[in-house]
């Protein structure tokens, strides 16, 4: 997995890529003219136009009326307001293994019927089988994933300072000065979206912990007083707790929205108010919408190693039916085969770990080899810890670990009080 650290996203096309190529019909569907679907993601701007896409082939094959709804960040609370109401969407794309776990224990997931599992078992690897399933049953298809160990950075901001690609932590912090020192703030941090803080600390710790004590902590069979989450929340304290190191200090950082931490290093590509931002490959989107060129402006380095190995965390969307009706199975079933990936993917900004697919549908080499060291990496990669917990902790706004690691940007010199405060919350999220 260390190759799919190696990377420079891009979303143009070259190399004779397949781009606006139709894509391969390898899978039947039913007709369901006159049914109508409704399907529910996080997705916006470009994302959201580039999953459309892929609900009009569906539409177009199949007669099927399809519509999009924003869920928002927090999708537990979003399909439990509409489950109350007794209006589901009919098929939801989750990004917390945790939040399909509790749709499963709940009833409200359906398990995959015959033609959506059979394109599951044959195009993806036990891995991500076993994380779209509860209990043994297979409820979801992982449509859409990602690599969150990637850097991106201004190059001309870079240039200027004469920094260089880090390899190590240490590197980062000196990097990091160096661009401080030239005038520009040198890491932009999403922190109003608690998420991307977690996924700074997932990477930390899997990299100086280790996978064991990765696996243990994200099934709660350690504290998090346990002294590698001390060491961990010490390290990014070097960074988040340094003076001149975020844009716009800590509390600008908190005030500071995803979108709009990347447009603070790209926005203006010549005078950015970041050199550096930390996030997936899908960053690749954003950076387009900010206006800069991927490759040229922007590029991008694997998170450092902050202890012996350099981390690879991924991150996914999996597709879950809330409807158990022929029209929702069939979408799954679209979604679970390379015809449904091979549209994303030559639209930029995505990675699929369906086997089947076709490499040249990506639109560029970068793409295809971050497409292709997934793949080859099998079962051996580490899933998004926040994402594996309950909801309630690692899944919703304002509470649980997005809160806590707000609470930490905030003040970085109170490590005991946040592992106090996280272990209290996941304590009650786990139960145990």
């Not at 202890?307 to 965390?313: I, L, R, S, W």
Request: proline content about 5%.
């Amino acid at each position: 997995m260390a190759a799919l650290g190696l990377t420079v996203a891009g979303c143009g096309s070259e190399d004779g890529a397949q781009a606006g190529s139709a894509p391969p019909t390898t899978v039947e569907l039913p007709r369901l003219s006159g049914q109508k679907l409704q399907v529910a993601a996080v997705w916006t701007g470009t994302e959201q136009a580039n999953f459309t896409k892929v609900l009009d082939e569906f539409e177009k094959r199949t007669g099927a009326e399809v519509s999009f709804v924003p869920s928002g960040d927090d999708m537990s609370a979003f399909v439990g307001s509409k489950i109350a109401g007794g209006q589901p969407p009919d098929v939801a794309l989750v990004g917390q293994v945790g939040v399909l776990r509790e749709f499963a224990e709940k009833g409200w997931a359906k398990p995959l019927g015959p033609e959506a599992k059979a394109q599951l078992e044959k195009n993806f690897s036990p891995g991500w089988q076993d994380l779209g399933s509860h209990e043994g049953t297979r409820y979801g298809v992982y449509f859409k994933v990602s690599n969150k160990s990637l850097i991106w950075y201004n190059t001309a901001a870079f240039e200027y300072a004469g920094a260089k690609e880090p390899k190590t932590w240490r590197e980062l912090l000196d990097q990091a000065q160096l661009i401080s020192d030239s005038g520009t703030d040198p890491v932009s941090v999403g922190g109003a979206d608690g998420w991307t803080l977690t996924d700074w600390f997932e990477n930390v710790y899997l990299s100086q912990a280790g996978p064991e004590k990765y696996d243990q902590l994200a099934q709660h069979k350690i504290k998090w007083t346990d002294p590698s989450v001390t060491r961990a929340l010490e390290t990014l304290a070097e960074l988040w707790g340094r003076k001149g190191m975020l844009a716009g200090g800590r509390s600008g950082a908190l005030q500071t929205a995803f979108p709009d931490s990347v447009t603070k290093a790209f926005g203006n590509a010549a005078e950015p108010e970041a050199g550096m931002v930390f996030e997936g490959d899908f960053v690749a989107a954003n950076v387009t919408d900010a206006g800069a060129e991927l490759g040229a402006e922007a590029q991008v380095f694997p998170f450092p190693a902050v202890g012996e190995k350099a981390p690879v965390v991924t991150g996914g969307d999996v597709a879950v039916a809330l409807r158990d009706s022929k029209a929702a199975q069939a979408l799954l079933t679209f979604l679970a085969s390379p015809d449904a990936a091979h549209i994303w993917a030559q639209a930029g900004g995505y990675v699929s770990a369906n086997k089947a697919l076709d490499v040249k549908a990506y639109p560029n080499a970068q793409f295809r080899d971050i497409a292709t060291a997934l793949i080859a990496a099998g079962d051996d990669f580490r899933f998004d810890m926040s994402d594996q917990a309950p909801a309630a902790f690692g899944g919703k706004p304002a509470q649980g670990e997005w809160k806590a690691l707000q609470d930490f940007l905030k003040n970085p010199r109170d490590v005991a009080g946040i592992q106090r405060q996280l272990e209290a919350d996941a304590a009650k999220a786990y139960q145990n």
